[in-house]
């Protein structure tokens, strides 16, 4: 590989990052206004126009606050898992299907598991190195239902990739040229909408952070930088889930306007669903997924795979 070929990658991975981080700040204030809509109320309006510059002032009270650690947490884990979490977020968005050559993957499906079973790590990590009881339970609850719900999100993937013969994004755009997969597969849509929720630890699977009962759970003993280092990771997966909701299930032309209104929908259907529904009761979120979700996906995929063996011996 040529020199100017790297620097051309670095380039448009930095630009790739910093439009993510920009729409991160924006997604947080979106997330603050509706909610406070939802609840008849305003949200942030003193900073600039309409609180329009809220999230960057939030940015730079939390980055300059003091850092403080408890003394009896594991110093190195506890430090770096916030990182190490922001890091595999960001890092899962080099599989979005440009076709400008910024990065080939033929294989971004597998990358994409790849990263998001890295992710539990940092989260459990995070709970652990605290060594408070409470960061450890909410630690635990995110591992069990992350790795319940990844089970889902997976048969639901591999439905698709037999349907598309390939484990490139790319694929979905050709696929969907003329009707989206929204339409012939419905309920694997609500399913994999319901498994994104879980997965990012959003209402109503939010039992990673009760306030009820965990005070904010595998994250309670974090300020400042870690913090928000944590907190931005948790809406960069939003937007990179939605993003990957609009590829698999809504079209996949990435060049056109209606893609980014349709990623904006999906990332409000996030929000609205925080402001609407209640927290579950444990015990029903592992029903839901074990009980209710795998026999759906596995139904599924036995249905593609029985299709594409059709549609493979018509075309023999």
């Known amino acids: ?13 930095l630009i790739l990052i910093v439009c993510v981080l920009v729409g991160v700040a924006f997604l947080t204030l979106l997330e603050r206004k509706v909610l406070g809509y939802i609840q008849i109320r305003k ?17 730079v009270k939390l980055f300059n606050k003091e850092q403080t650690f408890p003394m009896t947490s594991n110093y190195l884990p506890y430090y770096f898992s916030p990182v190490f979490s922001l890091f595999i977020s960001l890092l899962c968005w080099i599989v979005m299907p440009f076709y400008s050559g910024l990065f080939s993957f033929n294989l971004g499906l597998l990358f994409f598991l790849c990263c998001t079973s890295m992710g539990v790590y940092s989260v459990m990590i995070s709970g652990w190195s605290s060594n408070s009881g409470f960061a450890l339970l909410g630690g635990l609850r995110a591992v069990a239902q992350t790795i319940s719900y990844e089970v889902s999100l997976s048969l639901i993937l591999m439905s698709f990739i037999f349907l598309s013969g390939g484990y490139s994004l790319s694929c979905f755009s050709d696929l969907q040229y003329f009707l989206w997969f929204m339409f012939i597969s419905f309920p694997l849509m609500i399913i994999w909408f319901a498994s994104c929720l879980a997965e990012t630890n959003r209402t109503p699977f939010d039992f990673a952070e009760g306030e009820s009962e965990l005070v904010s759970g595998f994250n309670v003993e974090y300020s400042s930088g870690g913090f928000a280092l944590i907190f931005m990771a948790e ?6 889930m939605s993003m990957l ?28 669903v925080r402001g609407t ?35 493979l011996s018509f075309l023999i």
């Open 245 to 272: 909701f609009v590829v698999i299930f809504m079209g996949c032309d990435v060049y056109s306007f209606l893609f980014f209104i349709k990623l904006g929908l999906i990332a409000f259907s996030f929000i609205w």
């Open 1 to 13: 590989m040529q020199l100017n070929d790297i620097l051309l990658l670095l380039l448009g991975s």
């Open 235 to 240: 809406y960069a997966s939003i937007l990179f």
């Open 277 to 311: 529904l209640p927290r579950y009761r444990y015990d029903m979120l592992m029903y839901l997924a074990w009980k209710s979700f795998l026999p759906i996906s596995l139904n599924y995929l036995f249905f593609f795979m029985g299709l594409k063996i059709l549609i």
């Open 43 to 59: 949200g942030p309006n003193k900073v600039g126009y309409c609180g329009v510059v809220q999230p960057f002032s939030d940015a």
